[in-house]
T-cell receptor, first 109, second 114 residues
Framework: GQNIDQPTEMTATEGAIVQINCTYQ??????LFWYQQHAGEAPTFLSY??LDGLEEKGRFSSFLSRSKGYSYLLLKELQMKDSASYLC??????????WGAGTKLIIKP | NAGVTQTPKFRILKIGQSMTLQCTQD?????MYWYRQDPGMGLKLIYY???????DKGEVPNGYNVSRSTTEDFPLRLELAAPSQTSVYFC?????????????FGPGTRLTVT
């Protein structure tokens, strides 16, 4: 079966760095997305990786290792507004998006 | 540019009732999707469409129907509501169905069936 695993919840301190991991087992791989979802709101796109390595976009970076079925989202200089759920999603061989359950990130002052 | 809009925002249904969730996008996207999101769970694909007149089942289509008569609109129909359909429903669209195109989501409809 297809499976995406993420930690359920993480806590970090304002101004610090946090890494959210995602491991996947899917039928084929055509890319990995990270989305941010604030409570009660819709998911919004953060990043896309299809090749191995690190993609940096401001305070957020995303890393992919296809051989290990592994990705992480790195958030630097955490702000209170970063409190949200972070969803990992993988595009499988049929170009369907398979979603993880999301990681709820709690930022403390 | 409103993006993806959904109506209603909230709805309470009695068991056995029917309703249609509306979804409209103004980005001229060919691909549209309906998801449900249950607490603590990932998004589950209900139905999707690759263009006007074409729809296909996703992972959890039972109890739902869709139509796509225009590029802009993709309504989701619940015929006989059941408590298991209590969820948050998101409509999304993307320019293409190939891997690199992000999906844009509507604000969601929170449905309770009692």
């Amino acid at each position: 079966g297809q499976n995406i695993d993420q930690p359920t919840e993480m806590t970090a301190t304002e101004g610090a760095i946090v890494q959210i991991n995602c491991t996947y087992q899917t039928s084929g791989f055509n890319g990995l997305f990270w989305y941010q979802q604030h409570a009660g709101e819709a998911p919004t796109f953060l990043s896309y990786n299809v090749l191995d390595g690190l993609e940096e976009k401001g305070r957020f970076s995303s890393f992919l290792s296809r051989s290990k079925g592994y990705s992480y989202l790195l958030l630097k200089e955490l702000q209170m507004k970063d409190s949200a759920s972070y969803l990992c999603a993988v595009t499988d061989s049929n170009y369907q998006l398979i979603w993880g359950a999301g990681t709820k990130l709690i930022i403390k002052p | 540019n409103a993006g993806v809009t959904q109506t209603p925002k909230f709805r309470i249904l009695k068991i056995g009732q029917s309703m249609t969730l509306q979804c409209t996008q103004d980005m001229n996207h060919n691909y549209m999707y309906w998801y449900r999101q249950d607490p603590g769970m990932g998004l589950k694909l209900i139905y999707y469409s690759v263009g006007a007149g074409i729809t296909d089942k996703g992972e959890v289509p039972n109890g739902y129907n869709v139509s796509r008569s225009t590029t802009e609109d993709f309504p989701l129909r619940l015929e006989l509501a059941a408590p298991s359909q209590t969820s948050v429903y998101f409509c999304a669209s993307s320019y293409s169905g190939t891997a690199s195109y992000e999906q844009y989501f509507g604000p969601g409809t929170r449905l309770t069936v009692t």
